[in-house]
């Protein structure tokens, strides 16, 4: 039981570049989310999904994009990154809201010049 | 706006003292707060929980009150170890979501 896995840990971008970042968990989870940390300002919500096929914005989408075609997988997608997306980024997963707690991956540290 | 506040970025309290961080929020909609911990390069580990029909719950060193009058909420740890110097996170959701929305952190460092 791996929990929630992240790749790349460390990822240098260009402004203006594309790239995926991958999440996976291997517990089941419906709920699942991606957030992102800058300092002074706490882990912002950037979308969620509570199922396979299901996706919803959280307080912070522009710029990103994402899919859930299976319940394991949850890619966070950049479609053309800006120095401003310049921040650690954690994907988070939960079976349920009430009984359960989000676990969250170790992270990715991303840099974008 | 910040809906989820943590007014002290940082606290030291000694080993064996209690530690207190305080969270204070706007939405009164809001009816299930976390407490979360995070050590640098790793990401949160959940810590405790509370429901809005409660007031109070405990879990082994920590226990979370929850005001909802005063629309505050804080995290007891006693007494406090060296090992829980971290950064601790508050969030909180409203009914039927899962939108959890964060406070900006208080970082403790228990002194030996």
């Known amino acids: 039981n791996a929990g929630v896995t992240q790749t790349p840990k460390f990822q240098v971008l260009k402004t203006g570049q594309s790239m995926t970042l991958q999440c996976a968990q291997d517990m089941n989870h419906e709920y699942m989310s991606w957030y992102r940390q800058d300092p002074g300002m706490g882990l912002r919500l950037i979308h969620y999904s509570v199922g396979a096929g299901i996706t919803d914005q959280g307080e912070v989408p522009n710029g990103y994009n994402v899919s859930r075609s299976t319940t394991e997988d949850f890619p966070l997608r950049l479609l053309s990154a800006a120095p401003s997306q310049t921040s650690v980024y954690f994907c988070a997963s939960s079976f349920d809201r009430e009984t359960d707690t989000q676990y969250f991956g170790p992270g990715t540290r991303l840099t974008v010049l | 706006d910040q809906q989820v506040k943590q007014n002290s970025p940082s606290l030291s309290v000694q080993e064996g003292r209690i530690s207190i961080l305080n969270c204070d929020y706007t939405?009164?909609?809001?009816?299930?707060f976390l407490w979360y911990k995070k050590y640098p390069a790793e990401g949160p580990t959940f810590l405790i929980s509370?429901?809005?029909?409660?007031d109070k719950n405990e879990d082994g060193r920590f226990t979370v009150f929850l005001n909802k009058s005063a629309k505050h909420l804080s995290l007891h740890i006693v007494p406090s170890q060296p090992g829980d110097s971290a950064v601790y996170f508050c969030a909180a959701s409203t009914p039927g979501t899962y939108k959890y929305i964060f406070g900006t952190g208080t970082r403790l460092k228990v002194l030996a």
């Open positions: 509370i429901s809005s029909i409660k």
């Open positions: 939405n009164s909609m809001f009816d299930y």
